[in-house]
């Protein structure tokens, strides 16, 4: 593993879900404080820490998603995605929030979901600066048993390439459709946003390291048929999937994760069936 990466060394963290043994990259984790009353060197410390870390946990939060859209707010502009876009699962009065949830606003259980059970970055089908958004992820009902989410560090995939494999991507550009984003296969045309492009070695924005930034593998690579960029983009996605690149983490409720999408890829790990499970996301363009 590369060391002169910002990493979470000598920082509070938290390892990774018991339930993934195998997954050892630790979460940089905020413990006693109130993300409704931060002083502006509190906050800073916080906003800096998300990049630097890819994710970071804040444990122990108490918010109505009113106070949840105002922290997203501190961020930057808060993303408002169409309904199709955010798995037709919210009430209209919150259009920056979506339902992470296999509850519908109704009530209604929905059998044996798998929304984002693939590895992928919030916000990739934006063309840059846009896709340069953190997600927030606010816990309220967590199953029993399952329901972690995984985030993989895209500096270290990135690091750990063969030189081969980084001169092969030295000048490629993934192409987003997201009209190919498996969550968004109940979307309707109209909301649908255009494609984008995004250099596979990313430059990340702030911190300046390069990232393996390509979005999810149902994507493609410009200049290549669907064919090869598939074959290209299932190598890349191993790259990603290391064991020690992975965090798991298993929620408590009142958790609040917020992560960077251009230095993480995440996922739902799936495994709690028909449990309830009840979160709130919101993002930001980030400033
Ligand atoms: O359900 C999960 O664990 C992850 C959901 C997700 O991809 C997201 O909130 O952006
Ligand atoms: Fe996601």
Redesign the pocket.
């Known amino acids: 593993m590369n060391t002169n990466l910002e990493t979470t060394k000598e920082r509070p963290t938290v390892k990774s879900s018991e339930a993934f043994p195998n997954y050892t990259l630790p979460c940089r984790i905020f413990e006693n404080v109130d993300v409704k009353n931060l002083t502006q060197e509190e906050f800073e410390e916080i906003r800096k820490a998300v990049p630097q870390n890819g994710v970071i946990l804040i444990k122990n939060q108490h918010l109505s998603l009113d106070e949840l859209v105002a922290w997203t707010k501190r961020f930057g502009e808060p993303v408002e995605l169409a309904d199709g876009l955010r798995f037709n699962n919210f009430h209209k009065e919150y259009p920056e929030v979506?339902r992470?949830s296999n509850i519908l606003p109704s009530g209604e259980l929905l059998q044996n979901y798998s929304?984002?059970?693939y590895w992928?970055s919030?916000g990739d089908f934006w063309q840059a600066p846009k896709n340069y958004v953190f997600?927030c992820?606010y816990a309220e009902k967590v199953p029993p048993k399952g329901?972690?989410?995984?985030f993989a560090d895209l500096r270290l995939a990135y690091n750990g390439l063969k030189q081969e494999l980084k001169d092969k991507i030295k000048n490629l550009r993934v192409w987003v459709s997201p009209k190919n984003i498996p969550?968004f296969e109940g979307a309707k045309d109209d909301e649908l946003p255009p494609d984008a492009y995004h250099n596979i070695a990313y430059l990340h924005p702030e911190t300046q390291l390069l990232c393996l930034y390509f979005g999810c593998t149902a994507s493609d690579i410009e200049g290549l048929s669907r064919e090869d960029g598939q074959i290209l983009l299932k190598e890349l996605m191993a790259e990603v999937e290391k064991d020690e690149y992975i965090y798991a983490?298993k929620?408590s409720p009142n958790d609040l994760l917020i992560w960077d999408n251009t230095s993480t890829m995440?996922?739902?790990?799936g495994g709690y069936g028909n449990y309830p499970?009840l979160?709130y996301?919101t993002?930001a363009y980030v400033k």
């Not at 329901?147 to 995984?150: L, P, V």
């Not at 995440?266 to 790990?269: C, G, K, M, P």
């Open positions: 979506t992470i929304g984002a059970e992928h919030d997600s992820l329901g972690e989410t995984g969550d983490h929620w995440h996922r739902s790990l499970r979160m996301r993002q």
